[in-house]
């Protein structure tokens, strides 16, 4: 399936791709630093939620095939482990499958050098195979990566606990810090603005932060934080809205368009 634009890119080797893999979408942005404002988004969407659903959707999409200067992909894990950063890679993936025992899928770990720790993770058989064959020397993120290791950079340095809130795609991204200690950092699946409010709470309870003196960070789907943010307020005194990276606007004008881990990556020398 190709893409709604058609595009040529004349020098592959000077622009960097990034591409996000949920579901049955295939999301991805391309732009060269060399260039301002050259930032191009597109996407496709598979036949069938399935490991051949995906590789037709990517081979017959020849814009994301050319030989970038950089790959990076963008992966969205149902089951994934926090494991401070000093526990090798080869325990992360022992006790991740001890944890899971009924998923067989790939498991892969990732760093979260701003936080100190490491996110391991499953993926279903076959993705990540493909992902190295196909694309050129692809580097691969689960989503919260680059969402955690933004929110570490937007922590005050007092000693208020902050949650912070992603909202996209009918998911909730969490993070809790404590100064600037990472405490939780989950991702939910929801259906409408009452589950949100929900897990938020109930979350904010699980991780004892005050009503009155704690914060709250939202960014992300803007219909969606206008329904919710009158009950969250009836519970926390202190919502706001979280800071989307300005640096962003250097890419393209179209840049809040894009999956924020995906623009976020970017942003990253």
Not at 5 to 15: D, N, R, S
Not at 116 to 137: C, D, E, M, S
Not at 247 to 257: C, F, I, T, V, Y
């Amino acid at each position: 399936m190709k893409g709604k634009q058609e595009i040529t890119i004349q020098h592959p080797e000077a622009w960097e791709l990034l591409v996000s893999l949920q579901g049955k979408r295939v999301r991805y942005i391309l732009f060269t630093p060399a260039v301002a404002n050259s930032l191009y988004i597109d996407e496709v969407e598979c036949a069938e939620e399935s490991l051949q659903g995906l590789e037709d959707a990517v081979l017959n999409t020849p814009v994301l095939l050319d030989d970038y200067k950089r790959v990076r992909i963008v992966v969205y894990p149902q089951h994934f482990v926090l494991f401070p950063q000093e526990v090798s890679d080869e325990d992360c993936t022992a006790l991740l499958h001890e944890a899971f025992p009924a998923d067989d899928g790939d498991a892969a770990v990732c760093l979260m050098p701003q936080n100190g720790v490491k996110v391991a993770y499953l993926l279903p058989r076959g993705i990540q195979a493909f992902v190295g064959r196909t694309f050129n020397y692809p580097v691969v993120f689960p989503h919260l990566v680059p969402l955690g290791e933004h929110f570490k950079t937007l922590v005050r340095s007092d000693d208020r606990k902050c949650m912070f809130l992603h909202l996209a795609d009918n998911r909730t991204d969490l993070a809790v810090y404590e100064g600037d200690k990472l405490m939780c950092l989950n991702s939910y699946p929801f259906i409408n603005g009452a589950d949100v409010t929900y897990f938020t709470l109930g979350a904010w309870r699980s991780q004892s932060l005050d009503q009155l003196k704690d914060e709250l960070q939202i960014m992300g789907d803007n219909e969606l934080q206008s329904k919710i943010l009158p009950t969250l307020r009836e519970y926390v005194k202190n919502v706001m809205p979280a800071v989307y990276p300005a640096a962003a606007m250097r890419l393209g004008r179209n840049a809040m368009q894009a999956p924020l881990e995906l623009i976020l990556l970017a942003l990253c020398e």
